[in-house]
């Protein structure tokens, strides 16, 4: 089951921030929300995640609104090679088993020039 | 270096012939994952392992098989009776299920002839 909705394009020029938004209506109190992204043709890299508060890291921040049902992922100075597809997953605390990542078709993130 | 990874990067094999796609992993991971990707779509989860000696059957488990003899290694076989094979297949590990961050190869595409 979809548990997230994203965009699925979006276009950001080169040296600016990027936002990519991502709906999470139905997550619950134990369940992170996941970002990762996917150049083409190779593995998933993971990006970052959090469960309310907002979080930075050195590839991005993560900003999760009071709610948690929705969270914007932000690339603070987009280059060429942030083109890619990102992915933003809701996973549980508890789960053991599968499904504990979903990842869905993401919304494929253009720099451009 | 520490990492995943899967080989060959690209395989072909004769529609009817199993096939098995490595994946290694030196991180000390206790769980491994197996996703299929198709063209324009996320991933789906195949197999998933959380410790040795046990794995666990994800979405779409149907004409694959697994093996967890190593913690290293959970080598990935695609049988004749997989109908749609020809996929980019991708493993990952992480210290354990549930929420911690998956770590990914940089994937196998399996074309059948």
């Known amino acids: 089951d979809a548990k997230t909705t994203q965009p699925p394009s979006m276009d950001c020029a080169e040296g600016r921030a990027a936002n990519l938004p991502c709906n999470h209506s139905?997550?619950?109190?134990?369940?992170?929300v996941y970002w990762y992204r996917q150049i083409h043709s190779q593995g998933p890299q993971y990006i970052i995640h959090?469960?309310?508060n907002n979080e930075t890291n050195e590839m991005a921040s993560l900003i999760i609104t009071e709610d948690r049902k929705s969270s914007t992922l932000i690339l603070p100075h987009a280059t060429l090679r942030d083109t890619a597809v990102y992915y933003c997953?809701?996973?549980?605390?508890?789960?053991?088993?599968?499904?504990?990542?979903?990842f869905g078709t993401g919304t494929r993130l253009t720099v451009i020039p | 270096d520490g990492g995943i990874t899967q080989s060959p990067k690209y395989l072909f094999r004769k529609e009817g012939q199993n096939v098995t796609l490595s994946c290694e992993q030196n991180?000390?991971?206790?769980?491994m994952y197996w996703y299929r990707q198709d063209p324009g779509q996320g991933l789906r989860l195949i197999y998933y392992?959380?410790?040795?000696?046990?794995?666990q059957k994800g979405d779409i488990a149907e004409g694959y098989s697994v093996s967890r003899e190593k913690k290293e290694s959970f080598p990935l076989t695609v049988t004749s009776a997989q109908k749609n094979p020809t996929a980019f297949y991708l493993c990952?590990?992480?210290?354990?299920?549930?929420?911690?961050?998956?770590?990914f190869g940089p994937g196998t595409r399996l074309t059948v002839l």
């Open positions: 990952a590990s992480s210290p354990r299920t549930g929420t911690d961050t998956q770590y």
């Open positions: 139905t997550i619950s109190g134990n369940e992170y």
């Open positions: 959090g469960l309310k």
């Open positions: 997953i809701v996973t549980s605390i508890y789960q053991t088993g599968a499904n504990n990542l979903f």
């Open positions: 991180l000390n991971h206790d769980a």
């Open positions: 392992s959380q410790i040795v000696n046990d794995f």
